[in-house]
């Protein structure tokens, strides 16, 4: 698919105004040239990616005031029985967003693809939330995924993950610049509250995704490496 389907059609129909399309577009390469940074440091192909033409906003709860920013989501889907996972980035990250900003947060949704890749060949995701957010209950989350040093062999790549997301991500010039730049435009906006922000997949389901025996494979040698430097960790 078309990555900027979604953000071409918005523009033709007069949603996006031409500076922040224009910037957008002019911008996409950074994160193409991310998505192939990711590919040759794992070895693995990232999934399907496209640009969502709106400002995803997120709160924890309906009556709550406080909101944070949803960059990029990890979305799987079912579709005529096929089973695939798409990474959803936020228009407003494209354009706004910083080299290392960007590349940091495709890593991490990668990271989020390859645990919902695990759970899954394991049966294990019946009710799980697997995509980012700005809330550290959320993003601080590294415990439950592969470590960036066993997946990336990228020493750039990984300075941009520790220093992005030490302890739950948080980026204030970004945010500022969305703000400023996408919010106070009165630029498409989507609400979404953590409770929504969830997968539900039956036994059912989970029992009809065919995923290749090598990449499995891969994928436990992957979580097995990542395990042992936990344990060191601890001792």
């Given at each position: ?97 910083l080299k290392g900003t960007i590349h940091a ?93 969830t997968v539900k997949l039956s036994a059912e ?15 436990n040698l992957l979580e097995e490496k990542s ?9």
């Open positions: 698919m078309d990555p900027l389907v979604r953000l071409r059609d918005a523009y033709s129909k007069g949603i996006i105004p031409d500076d922040v399309y224009e910037l957008a577009v002019k911008r996409f390469p950074i994160t193409i040239a991310g998505i192939n940074r990711i590919e040759k440091a794992s070895g693995i192909r990232y999934p399907v990616a496209y640009v969502e033409p709106s400002l995803i906003l997120t709160t924890s709860s309906s009556n709550s005031y406080e909101f944070g920013i949803l960059f990029a989501r990890t979305i799987p889907i079912m579709f005529e029985e096929k089973f695939q996972v798409v990474i959803q980035i936020s228009a407003p990250l494209v354009a706004y967003g947060i495709l890593a991490h949704e990668f990271l989020h693809f390859l645990e919902l890749i695990k759970k899954i060949s394991k049966m294990e995701l019946v009710s799980d939330e697997i995509s980012g957010n700005l809330f550290e209950n959320v993003y601080s989350d590294e415990t439950r995924l592969f470590e960036p040093r066993v997946v990336f062999k990228d020493r750039t790549l990984l300075n941009h993950i520790t220093k992005k997301f030490p302890s739950g991500f948080r980026d204030y010039k970004l945010e500022d610049k969305v703000m400023q730049f996408w919010a106070d435009r009165n630029l498409p906006k989507s609400n979404i509250s953590l409770d929504e922000n389901s989970l029992s009809k995704i065919k995923i290749d025996p090598s990449f499995i494979e891969k994928i395990s042992k430097i936990r344990k060191k960790r601890l001792y």
